[in-house]
């Protein structure tokens, strides 16, 4: 066989799918085995999961829509008595760390607990070097979901979480299988629900949509076996 008909068959080997396999490239091919993730790429996502959480939460407070988890019911609680949000999100946590503690060990504790601190201390910075006005409330709504969502995901994917109802439906989802998204969003209608005794009933309704638009970018993205890095 000449080099050139070598080449050739070596190249067809490398872009025939395996059989069974719908890729269509040797660049669609992921290795089936788990790659830890370094610590810097821990720290890196991280970093970029609750700053996307916190412009989120942010795009929703200028909305004046709320959202589910307790970021939700701390938005909820701050319109309801004008404390500042980062002061609920922390406090309203505290619960759902002791259960991290006790049923999820110390690692995703500790990253939790990481993560709702930058949260909170990004919800000033926020106020104050990204000041919002005439922002349209659905696209805020939507946009600030979609930004959490995203943020969320990362989250879990680095083994943390901005803790609440994050850390039950985890819990949930490692139990019995039922994708965490799908619990948060059970939990998400309740918190939304409450919103009607302080928020204006269209922006009840955007809120619900914007909650959902959230719980289906963790429920179809996250679940087991679809993400082989830990």
Known sequence: MTPGRVWLAKMDAVNTPAEGDPTTGPTLVFEAKTQDHSVAEDILGILTG??????????LHAAG????????????????????????????????????????????????IVCIALVSVLAPLHDALFPISGLQPLY????????????VLILFRHRGSVGGINIVGLEIQDRTGFRAGWTMMIF???????????VPWPN???????????????????RPGRYLGR
């Open 140 to 151: 805020g709504t939507l946009a600030g979901n979609l930004l959490a969502g995203v943020g």
């Open 188 to 198: 998400d209608v309740l918190i939304v629900a409450l919103a009607l005794l302080v």
């Open 65 to 112: 829509a709320v959202t589910g988890g307790t970021a939700g019911l701390s938005l909820l609680l701050g319109y309801a008595t004008g404390w500042p949000f980062w002061v609920l999100f922390a406090a309203v946590n505290v619960p759902f760390a002791l259960l991290a503690v006790w049923r999820r060990g110390w690692d995703f504790t500790i990253r939790t």
């Open 204 to 222: 009840v309704v955007m809120s619900a949509v914007g909650a959902i638009l959230l719980n289906l970018v963790l429920a179809l993205n996250h």
């Open 50 to 59: 609750t700053f996307l959480v916190s412009v989120g939460l942010h795009l």
